[in-house]
């Protein structure tokens, strides 16, 4: 499908950051958060409050050229339901909307990267053929279809505390990068506040 391909959250990034949508320093730190730390990076944006879904699934139909679909407004027939396991619609927020053959239509709300689409094809021997849709959406839909989601949306989100707080406290160990470049800063700020030496 033409855009699929061209879909990276660098990419992403690099038309947030032409558009002056979301400050330069923010993408910076979602797109560290995904590398070290496999937060998926329009997650980071959206739930950070720095940019709505709605603007983030515009500029995606717009820039990589795929279709915008409300997962809600659809009828989801069974087997659709059932082609994909629900861990692989859990972890990636996608909903399956139809089957055609071995293609399989979902609305995937902006997280999924073109390696990401590519494992799961791979993985469950079909072609996806994605329509961009949004979170809360998606996340709806999901709970009417599967009632343990939100049991697992729960637990997923004590798993990300519990790491982050490992990483916190990893970071005052100062064994974390970014815990020495921040000791680093905060050094040469003192080092300027101290009075010069009388001659």
Not at 16 to 37: G, N
Not at 67 to 91: C, H, S, T
Not at 119 to 139: A, M, S, W
Request: proline share 5%; hydrophobic share 40%.
């Amino acid at each position: 499908m033409k855009g699929i391909e061209k879909i990276t959250s660098v990419r992403l990034a690099e038309i947030l950051t032409e558009r002056a949508t979301v400050a330069s320093e923010v993408i910076t730190d979602a797109l560290y958060a995904q590398d070290r730390h496999g937060e998926p990076f329009v997650q980071v944006l959206v739930s950070g409050g720095h940019i709505t879904e709605w603007d983030l699934a515009k500029i995606v139909t717009e820039h990589f050229s795929l279709p915008f679909l409300m997962a809600g407004n659809y009828q989801i027939n069974d087997a659709a339901k059932a082609r994909l396991p629900k861990e692989v619609l859990f972890k990636h927020t996608i909903v399956p909307l139809d089957v055609f053959d071995d293609i399989v239509c979902v609305a995937m709300p902006v997280m999924l990267t073109f390696d990401e689409i590519m494992r799961i094809q791979k993985e469950h021997t079909c072609d996806v053929f994605p329509y961009v849709g949004l979170i809360t959406e998606n996340k709806k839909v999901l709970t009417d279809m599967h009632k343990d989601y939100p049991e697992w949306l729960a637990l997923d989100q004590h798993r990300r505390e519990e790491e982050a707080k490992k990483r916190a406290a990893g970071g005052k160990k100062g064994g974390d990068w970014m815990s020495i470049f921040d000791a680093g800063e905060q050094a040469i700020q003192q080092g300027m506040k101290r009075p010069a030496p009388k001659k």
